[in-house]
T-cell receptor
Framework: LAKTTQPISMDSYEGQEVNITCSHN???????ITWYQQFPSQGPRFIIQ???TKVTNEVASLFIPADRKSSTLSLPRVSLSDTAVYYC?????????????FGKGTRLSVIA | DAEITQSPRHKITETGRQVTLACHQT?????MFWYRQDLGHGLRLIHY???????NKGEVSDGYSVSRSNTEDLPLTLESAASSQTSVYFC???????????FGPGTRLTVT
């Protein structure tokens, strides 16, 4: 399994764009990069997944460089409600043989 | 609407007792997962199942067991509860896209 490294915590003011970078130097050819968000006292929820270049949805954007050794989750104009823990996971997309591994995540605190 | 539920939401038990945590999903997902979450450790996988009668050990399976007799349910049993098993337990399910898991609300278990 590819090991991921991401910052333990980040602070941001409301209205700013937040970029959380995840390092995964030993990512395999078949691996996808997936991000989850966990609000306090709730279970995590899937927010975005990508393989290369850029993926965007209504919640976030995911940027993946050509070498795929890192990825950046971008949250545009954060609000207080974006305060959560964000997890970066790397794994095979759907064979199911190797379950995803959640690390400790990045605790994002949004300040008014 | 389809959902995933966990019961009880809170449980206090004594050391040495057997405890069973319930997880029920109505998405008809083949894959189900149990995690525990502790401060400083993030989410750790306990057991998982890819279908009826299939069970697999995760990274922290000692002291826990699961059985899958139908698609909807994956109960987690603590054979002899220990104080080290005080934690928040999350159940999750997915279809063949194991990267996109749907999490339950969690069960907070305290072993005294």
């Amino acid at each position: 399994l590819a090991k991921t490294t991401q910052p333990i915590s980040m602070d941001s003011y409301e209205g700013q764009e937040v970029n959380i970078t995840c390092s995964h130097n030993n990512i395999a050819t078949n691996d996808y990069i997936t991000w989850y968000q966990q609000f306090p006292s709730q279970g995590p929820r899937f927010i975005i997944q990508g393989y290369k270049t850029k993926v965007t949805n209504e919640v976030a954007s995911l940027f993946i460089p050509a070498d795929r050794k890192s990825s950046t989750l971008s949250l545009p104009r954060v609000s207080l409600s974006d305060t959560a823990v964000y997890y970066c996971l790397v794994g095979d997309r759907g064979t199911g043989n190797t379950p995803l591994v959640f690390g400790k995540g990045t605790r994002l605190s949004v300040i008014a | 609407d389809a959902e995933i539920t966990q019961s009880p939401r809170h449980k206090i038990t004594e050391t040495g007792r057997q405890v069973t945590l319930a997880c029920h999903q109505t998405w008809n997902h083949n894959n189900m997962f149990w995690y525990r979450q502790d401060l400083g450790h993030g989410l750790r996988l306990i057991h998982y199942s890819y279908g009826v009668h299939d069970t697999n050990k995760g990274e922290v399976s000692d002291g826990y067991s699961v059985s899958r007799s139908n698609t909807e349910d994956l109960p987690l049993t603590l054979e002899s509860a220990a104080s080290s098993q005080t934690s928040v337990y999350f159940c999750a399910s997915s279809d063949h896209r194991v990267y996109e898991q749907y999490f339950g609300p969690g069960t907070r278990l305290t072993v005294t």
